[in-house]
C-alpha cells in the first residue's frame, strides 16, 4: 500500500520545534537569494533552484522539493521570494502545484516523484486533471473511460470533459476504469498522462464569458506507459481523493487573499466609492458582505495555520462552500450597483485563456459576475460540499447509495 503524506518522513527527530523548523525554512532562503540572485537569474532556472532547496513545497520530504516541515512555513517562502522581486506562479502551474504535485508525492513511487515533480514546480512541465466525463461528475467514481493492459501498456479509450488549461498541459491526472467487473469505486487506476501521445485530442469549450479556459479531451488508443501510473492498480479512487482534497482546500483558501479587505470585496468598496448616491439598504448589504469576506479570510487564515502536516481533510469543504457562495454575491451586488452599466461593455467573443479567474483585477466586475456562476460547480458543487461536510464531517447518516456494491458493468446508466 503507497504511504500517505502524513506519514512519511518528517523532520529529524528532536529538531522539530517551531523555531527550529522556521530558521531552517529561513537559512535555506538566505543561501537560495545569496546563490541565485533574483535580478541575474532566468525565471525558471530560480524555480529549479527553489525545487532543489527543498522550498518548493516546505512539508514535502527532503529531495522532493521540500523540507519536511509544517505546510505553513511555505507562506514564509511565498512573502520573502516576492519582496526579492520573484513573480508569484501563474495559472499555468495552478494544477502542478496544488493538485498533482500533492497526489505524486502521496501515493507515487521514487522514480515517478524524481521524474515528475521538479519539472511540475517549474512549469516546464504544465498539468491539467483529466476527471469528469459527460455522465460522471459529481458521481466521478461512474466515469467509463478503459484503460485495458497490453505489456507495459495500457490502451485508453474515452471521453473527458471540462478540462481547464488542457490545451495548454504536457501532462493529465488521468483517472481511467481498468476493471469494470468490481463496483464502481474500486475498479479505478490513475495515470500521469502524456498529454502530447498519440490519440489525444484536446477541443474548445466556450463558457459564458466567451473565453475557452476548459476543454474536452478525447482519447483514442492512447497508450500510457505502465511506468506512469500513480498508485496502485484499482486504488484510483482513493489517489483521486488527495487530488480533490487538495482542489477544494486550494479553492476556498487560495482565493481569499490574506489581506484584508482585497480581492471581490475591494472590487465592491471600488464601485460603491465611485457612486454619487449612496442608499441605505445597499450600505447594508455591502456591509454583511464585508463581514462575510472578512470571516472566510480569517476562517481561512485559521484553518492555514492549524493544518500542521499531510493533506487536508474533508473540512476543505468549507472553504469551499463559502468561497463559491461569497463569491458569486459580491460580484451580483456589484453588477447590481452598476445598473444598466453592468450589462454592457463585456463582448462574447471566443478567447483561448492562459488564466483561472476566481478573483478578477479592479475594473472586471461585470465579466467576473458571469465567470463566478462557475464557482459553484467547479471543484465539486455546492451541493456535493454540503453532503461531504453533512456526511464526513458532522457525522449525519449517508445518501441511500444504490450502486455502491453492484459490479460497475451491471449498473444501468445513460
Ligand atoms: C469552470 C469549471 C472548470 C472545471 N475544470 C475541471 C477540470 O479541470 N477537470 C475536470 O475533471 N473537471 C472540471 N470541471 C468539472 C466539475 O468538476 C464538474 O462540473 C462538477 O463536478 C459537477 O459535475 P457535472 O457538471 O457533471 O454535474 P452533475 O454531477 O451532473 O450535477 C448536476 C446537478 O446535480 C446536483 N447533484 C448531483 N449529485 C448530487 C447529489 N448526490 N446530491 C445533491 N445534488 C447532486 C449537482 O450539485 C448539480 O447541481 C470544471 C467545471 C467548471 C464549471
Redesign the pocket.
Known amino acids: 500500500m503507497s504511504e500517505t503524506l502524513a506519514t512519511l518522513p518528517g523532520p529529524a527527530p528532536g529538531g522539530s520545534s517551531a523555531d527550529t523548523e522556521r530558521k531552517g525554512v529561513e537559512a535555506a532562503l538566505d543561501l537560495l537569494l545569496a546563490e541565485h540572485p533574483v535580478d541575474s537569474t532566468e525565471p525558471t532556472e530560480l524555480f529549479g533552484h527553489q525545487y532543489d532547496a527543498g522550498l518548493a513545497w516546505v512539508h514535502f520530504p527532503e529531495g522532493f522539493g521540500g523540507l519536511g516541515v509544517r505546510p505553513e512555513l511555505q507562506r514564509v517562502v511565498d512573502d520573502r521570494l516576492r519582496e526579492a522581486g520573484v513573480k508569484p506562479a501563474d495559472h499555468t502551474r495552478f494544477f502542478g502545484m496544488t493538485l498533482a504535485g500533492p497526489t505524486v508525492v502521496t501515493h507515487g513511487s521514487d522514480e515517478l516523484r524524481r521524474r515528475l515533480l521538479r519539472p511540475m514546480f517549474t512549469g516546464e512541465d504544465i498539468w ?5 466525463e459527460p455522465v ?5 467514481a461512474g466515469l467509463a473511460t478503459r484503460a485495458v493492459r497490453d505489456g507495459d501498456e495500457w490502451v485508453v479509450n474515452g471521453q ?6 488542457a490545451h495548454l498541459a504536457d501532462r493529465g491526472m488521468l483517472v481511467a476504469r481498468t476493471d469494470p467487473e468490481v463496483p464502481k469505486h474500486k475498479g479505478l487506476t490513475y495515470f500521469a498522462l502524456d498529454m502530447h501521445a498519440q490519440g489525444v485530442e484536446v477541443r474548445p469549450l466556450r ?1 459564458i464569458t466567451g473565453e475557452a ?2 476543454n474536452e479531451v478525447y482519447l483514442t488508443d492512447v497508450r500510457v506507459p505502465d511506468a506512469d501510473r500513480i498508485g496502485d492498480v484499482g486504488e484510483g479512487w482513493r489517489v483521486s481523493m488527495t487530488t480533490l482534497m487538495n482542489e477544494r482546500t486550494t479553492i476556498g483558501g487560495g482565493a481569499v487573499r490574506p489581506e484584508r479587505g482585497s480581492g471581490a470585496i475591494a472590487e465592491a468598496l471600488r464601485i460603491w466609492n465611485e457612486l454619487e448616491r449612496h442608499d441605505p439598504v445597499r450600505r447594508d448589504q455591502l456591509i454583511d458582505l464585508w463581514i462575510d469576506a472578512e470571516v472566510l479570510r480569517l476562517t481561512n487564515l485559521r484553518a492555514g495555520a492549524r493544518r500542521k502536516a499531510g493533506n487536508p481533510g474533508p473540512e476543505g469543504s468549507i472553504g469551499k462552500l463559502c468561497f463559491a457562495e461569497t463569491n458569486m454575491r459580491i460580484y451580483e451586488f456589484c453588477v447590481d450597483l452598476l445598473g444598466a452599466h453592468g450589462l454592457i461593455d463585456y463582448d462574447y467573443d471566443m478567447r483561448r485563456s492562459d488564466m483561472i479567474g476566481l478573483v478578477g483585477p479592479p475594473g472586471s466586475a461585470r465579466k467576473m459576475f458571469l465567470r463566478s456562476r ?1 464557482n459553484s ?8 460540499q454540503r ?1 461531504i461536510l453533512g456526511e464526513r464531517v458532522l457525522g449525519l447518516p449517508g ?1 441511500p447509495r444504490v450502486d455502491k456494491e453492484l459490479p460497475w458493468s451491471e449498473v444501468p446508466r445513460s
Open positions: 491539467c486533471q483529466l476527471f469528469s460522471a461528475g459529481s458521481d466521478l473527458k470533459v471540462w478540462n481547464t488549461m463558457q479556459e476548459f462557475a460547480i467547479e471543484g465539486g458543487t455546492s451541493e456535493i453532503n445518501e
